[in-house]
């Protein structure tokens, strides 16, 4: 199975935050943790993650935490996946650097992982973090299910949806 980790859906849940407040906004780890239910400890760790990434800037005194360091609508799912595990690739010769694999050079699917990589890491990079502040019915599968296209409003195809 093909997961994020628990780490990174919290990084999303914390930028998300971020992405619903006035821009420039600061928040200190104990209020992202109180309004999250992320255990302060655990907020802490991936706000600083996040930081040093360049996703977040800190803010230091008594009014301290920290605040977007870009527009939500500049920061992408990928970003943050990227930010918080480290490069997109679905095997270690689809990454960006040498696996180490035996049969790296002589396997007859490696560009086929490369391109579904590839079709991973572009979906990931179309789906900014404003889209990730809304919430979409789901429904246990894709059928009837909304469909958004980066840079496009929401168009929902479910029965009785906004759009009937």
Known sequence: MIRITRLTDYG?????????????????????????????PTASKILKTLTRAGLLSSHRGTQGGYSLARAPEEVTVSDIIGS?????????????????????????????????????????????LTEMTVSFPYHGDTEGAPTVTAGTERTDTTPGGPDA
């Open 12 to 40: 999303i849940v914390l930028l998300s935050r971020f992405a619903c407040a006035e821009p420039g906004t600061v928040l200190s780890a104990r209020e992202l943790s109180s309004e999250t239910g992320i255990p302060l």
């Open 84 to 128: 918080l595990e480290g490069p997109i690739a679905l095997t270690d010769c689809a990454g960006e650097a040498d696996s180490g694999c035996d049969i790296e050079l002589t396997c007859p699917v490696r560009t086929n992982w490369q391109r579904i990589t590839d079709a991973i890491r572009g979906a990931l990079d179309a789906i900014p």
